[in-house]
């Protein structure tokens, strides 16, 4: 019967994941208790149900989660990625650059490639440290100059730092490349960071239109970062964020 359990507690797992795509969330937090309470050393299905919670907001619990996979598992890059992105969500970047660059230490390849240079640059803006940022995005712009995200995160520490030549060049640059995404499948996040940057041009009424269109475009959408999730901490709505309109559509 021991030997039982833990597969049986990783297919309960499985299952409660493919809840979780589904947007069940009532459900898979069940299943993923029915599977830890088969195998309480599941670091798997901790990880799991820290993705729910997160999910539902809940995340002093998604936190507890993450940790619990952690400290059962030390060699579980996975989980040093999403527990750096918690600690994004609760404005704790310093925490999340580390656990940031634990996790690409441990596995390169537990991180997209392409996005490893913007995404350490972005912990670095959103802790205040432009200056360094703005080193890694110009190197991730230098290596490929279509990367969107790098595109994009350097148009808004540019702005950040100051309004510039550089800052109008960098959104025009960024512009270029997104608008090539419009119709494509990934077509509703572009249409986002072009609004984005219309909200660095201080173009407010246009940017938040734009939000208004994407809120509504995601509304039965299954997304792991929705819109209203991303311009909560997105630097190109910095200006906007804290206003009655924003806080109105996003809640």
Request: net charge neutral; charged share 30%.
């Amino acid at each position: 019967m021991m030997q039982k359990q833990p597969r049986a507690s990783l297919d309960m797992a499985v299952q409660g994941r493919d809840l979780l795509r589904s947007g069940a969330y009532a459900e898979a937090l069940e299943r993923l208790a029915s599977a830890l309470a088969l195998d309480p050393t599941n670091a798997w299905a901790f990880a799991r149900r820290s993705e729910v919670y997160e999910r539902i907001d809940d995340l002093v619990r998604a936190m507890d989660d993450i940790n619990r996979a952690i400290s059962l598992r030390s060699d579980y890059a996975w989980a040093f990625i999403w527990r750096a992105r918690l600690h994004q969500a609760t404005h704790q970047y310093a925490a999340s650059l580390e656990d940031f660059e634990r996790a690409i230490a441990m596995d390169a390849g537990v991180f997209r490639a392409d996005h490893v240079l913007p995404e350490r640059a972005l912990l670095l803006a959103l802790d205040g440290r432009y200056e360094e940022a703005i080193s890694l995005y110009e190197q991730a712009v230098a290596a490929d100059p279509s990367n969107a995200f790098a595109l994009y995160g350097r148009a808004a520490v540019r702005c950040l730092m100051s309004r510039d030549a550089r800052a109008k060049t960098a959104i025009d640059e960024a512009r270029t490349v997104i608008s090539r995404e419009l119709g494509t499948e990934t077509h509703t996040r572009a249409y986002y960071e072009l609004g984005g940057l219309l909200a660095l041009k201080r173009d407010f009424d246009r940017a938040l239109a734009i939000l208004s269109e994407v809120l509504f475009l995601e509304k039965h959408q299954i997304l792991r970062t929705p819109a209203k999730k991303r311009a909560r901490l997105d630097l190109a709505w910095f200006e906007v964020r804290g206003t009655s309109d924003f806080e109105r559509l996003i809640g």
